[in-house]
């Protein structure tokens, strides 16, 4: 199968910045789409930011303007750069991945992985 590997959390002020990244690793034959995802403490997972192949985004209105997701394809790397954070950004930050990978010399299947999820807090 497919591991994802967040790492980037961590504790920021109110009006400050961090940048997520997550590591996909296997034998993956294809990257469709990659993306990150939220849930804060007592809600519902939420979508952040997608990036699909070819290159096209789309993020939650409460992001956009503050973060932008990026990938490079050769490091099967996706990263969320987050800007001007606010208190409510305040969340468990999970990346996810859609693609295929290989089962044997030529045969593949298709996967759709989740990371363990990297804390994100934004305090004074």
């Known amino acids: 199968q497919v591991q994802l590997v967040e790492s980037g959390g961590g504790l920021v002020q109110p009006g400050g910045s961090l940048n997520l990244s997550c590591v996909a690793s296997g034998r993956i034959r294809s990257m469709n789409a990659m993306g990150w995802y939220r849930q804060a403490p007592g809600k519902q997972r939420e979508l952040v930011a997608t990036?699909?192949?070819?290159?096209?985004?789309h993020y939650a209105d409460s992001v956009k303007g503050r973060f932008t997701i990026s990938r490079d394809n050769a490091k099967n790397t996706v990263y969320l750069q987050m800007n001007s954070l606010k208190p409510e950004d305040t969340a468990v930050y999970y990346c996810?991945?859609?693609?295929?990978?290989?089962?044997?010399?030529?045969?593949?299947?298709?996967?759709?992985?989740w990371g363990q999820g990297t804390q994100v807090t934004v305090s004074s």
């Open positions: 990036i699909t192949s070819p290159e096209s985004t």
């Open positions: 996810n991945a859609e693609g295929t990978y290989f089962t044997g010399i030529f045969a593949f299947q298709s996967f759709g992985s």
